[in-house]
Every structure is written in C-alpha cells, then in structure tokens.
C-alpha cells in the first residue's frame, strides 16, 4: 500500500462516511419533496472508497508515463536502449488497461464477489507499479551515448 493511499484513506473516509442520521433524514429530495436518492450503504461506502483509492494510484502510475517517454525521448541514450524503454512504457501502459478492466468490474461488484474481484483490482494495481519500476531502472542503465 502506498504512503499516499495510507494518508488519503481517512480524509476520503470522513468525506463519504454517512452522516449518522436516519433513512428518512439521509435522502435527498427535490423541491417539491418528492425523494431523488437515498443513502448509500455501508458496503456501497467501503466500495467507493477502496476505488477511490485505487483510481488515485492507477493516476499515480499513468502521470509519470508522458515524464517518462519525454526523459527517453531527450536523454542521451542509444537508440537500441531508447526502443528498449518504449516498450518498458508500452508494457506499463498495457497493465494499465488491465487495472481499468478490474476496476470497471470492482464498481459493479456486490458482496458476494467482493474479495475475489477486490484482490485482483489490487493485484493488477501493484503489476502496474512494478512495470513503471522496470521502466524507470531501464532508463536509468540504458546505455549512453557519447555527447561531441
């Protein structure tokens, strides 16, 4: 678990935590009185909390990849070692779309299926940062070219 998503979970908690008050109290309604929405459950909360978490991470990863094409790009690395960190990103880029995958199905996911599907976003999140790690440690022992 990341030092962010420790520091963030509270305050996202407090936000979306319900307020304490009766069913009648916690649906909103329109002008008129008539009830647009109700309150969400305990387990409708633990769920968009845990994707507010895991979206925050997965934003995390996906930010550092156009940091890390521009360094590529501008560095003075061989263009074997360049090809090399493009398909490092293309890599990190591809668990990307997998962590989306999980995650579209983690916010459709009931009780029943929790634990499976929530293990697997995780899982598919931790893949993620350990190819933009692999891509970051190719740039940094690619070989360098001579500057004249």
Known sequence: MSQFYRLAMPIVALALAPSGCDSERAQRTDRTGEVVGRSITGFEATREIRLVGLRTERAMIAAQLPLLSFMAEQDSITDIARRSVARKIAAVEQELATVDMRLAALA?????????????????????????????????????????
């Open 108 to 148: 459709e996911t009931e009780v029943p299926e929790w634990q499976a599907n929530e293990a697997a976003a995780a899982a598919a999140i931790v893949r993620a940062e350990a190819a933009r790690e692999a891509a970051w440690q190719t740039l940094s022992t690619a070989q360098r070219t001579t500057r004249s």
